[in-house]
């Protein structure tokens, strides 16, 4: 569980500000997904994160088309 700054990050210092920063990044876990031919990522369907976000792509490209216009 990564835990919250003690301070506002508004009120810290850009020292401060990288600090915690890079204590946040240490923790932070990423997983690499595998690309199809065309550059496409390919989603685990057994992944709940994965189905979310497919099941809500459409959402996503609704919004993005509209803050273009």
Known sequence: MIRRPKKNLE???MEE???????VNKKATFRTLKQDEEGSFILDPNNQHDREWYENDGHYDF????QCK
Do not use: C, I, P, V
């Open 11 to 13: 009120d810290m210092s």
């Open 17 to 23: 500000l990288q600090r915690e920063f890079s204590r």
């Open 63 to 66: 919004q993005l088309d509209k």
